[in-house]
């Protein structure tokens, strides 16, 4: 007997989004490329909804394979917020990040500018005796 795990959830975030602003003036929304304040807040909480389950089971994280300029990397970060779950998975420069979220991980490939075709990275949840 064979066994399919299910998804949860999938999609993409990127720190490089393309928003709408109100136009005072003629009350149009027009594209902008400044992604924080509500259009980044919506995308952060969106993204936080697909992966509240992960981030109910612990503090600390093992993140594996995030691909950078000088090979594949591990690390365990602990994170509290999703703010910090997304500072532990991403790379301090523009990236996206396509993702699929399963009860105990999340799947991702993370895209940036020493990773143009991105990775094929895993995040988990330490459990009590890994992160000690």
Aim: overall charge negative; glycine content about 6%; some cysteine.
């Amino acid at each position: 007997m064979t066994t399919t795990e299910t998804r949860i959830a999938y999609g993409e975030l990127t720190n490089t989004c393309t928003c709408s602003v109100l136009d005072e003036t003629t009350g149009e929304f027009l594209p902008t490329s400044d992604c924080f304040g509500d259009c980044w807040d919506s995308e952060l909480e969106f993204f936080g909804e697909c992966v509240k389950g992960i981030l109910a089971q612990s503090e600390w994280f093992r993140v594996e394979a995030v691909r950078l300029w000088n090979g594949d990397f591990d690390a365990i970060f602990r994170a509290t917020t999703v703010a910090e779950f997304v500072r532990g998975i991403t790379v301090n420069s523009e990236w996206i990040l396509r993702y699929e979220v399963f009860a105990d991980r999340v799947e991702f490939s993370l895209s940036h500018h020493d990773a143009p075709t991105g990775s094929a990275s895993v995040v988990r949840p330490l459990v009590a005796d890994e992160s000690e």
